[in-house]
């Protein structure tokens, strides 16, 4: 937290406010359980949540150096290229999770055309008068 500015991160804003409205829509039934749970529901549950995202990356940082030196500490050891097979896998998933994202991202572009188109129908059936402009702002 910047404390010229009075600003946090907007990756704390939203956890924090997907929290709040969390507890918004689920308070009446949050207030008939017990107090543990509540305190679960309430408290709890958001910092195990919150502390399993932001330490998973690091997690995940330390298990990848102890493979890497793994590996390179048994290529030295007993010969071999064990490494280079490791680095070649993962070069080769880091590349098909990439094509994943880049057919993911083809496919909501695509359901967002089909979108628009969809509501572009709606506006046209429910108001009679509704002109469809050719650019994407209407407003300007």
């Known amino acids: 937290m910047s404390k010229e500015t009075g ?40 910092a195990v949540c919150f502390l399993r995202i932001r330490l998973g990356s690091y997690r995940r940082r330390i298990v990848r150096a102890c ?41 909501l572009r695509m359901y967002a055309g089909v979108n628009f188109e969809l509501r572009l129908l709606q506006e046209a059936l429910q108001n009679p008068h509704f002109v469809a402009t050719p650019h994407a702002h209407q407003d300007r």
């Open 7 to 46: 600003q946090q991160p907007t990756v704390i804003q939203d956890f924090l406010s997907g929290r709040r409205e969390y507890l918004n829509a689920f308070d009446d039934l949050i207030r008939t359980y017990s107090f543990l749970r509540r305190l679960w529901c309430r408290y709890l549950f958001w």
């Open 67 to 107: 493979i890497s030196a793994y590996y390179r500490a048994v290529d030295r050891l007993f010969g071999g290229d064990r490494y280079l097979c490791y680095l070649k896998r993962s070069v080769e998933r880091a590349d098909q999770r990439q094509a994943e994202a880049r057919a993911s991202d083809g496919r």
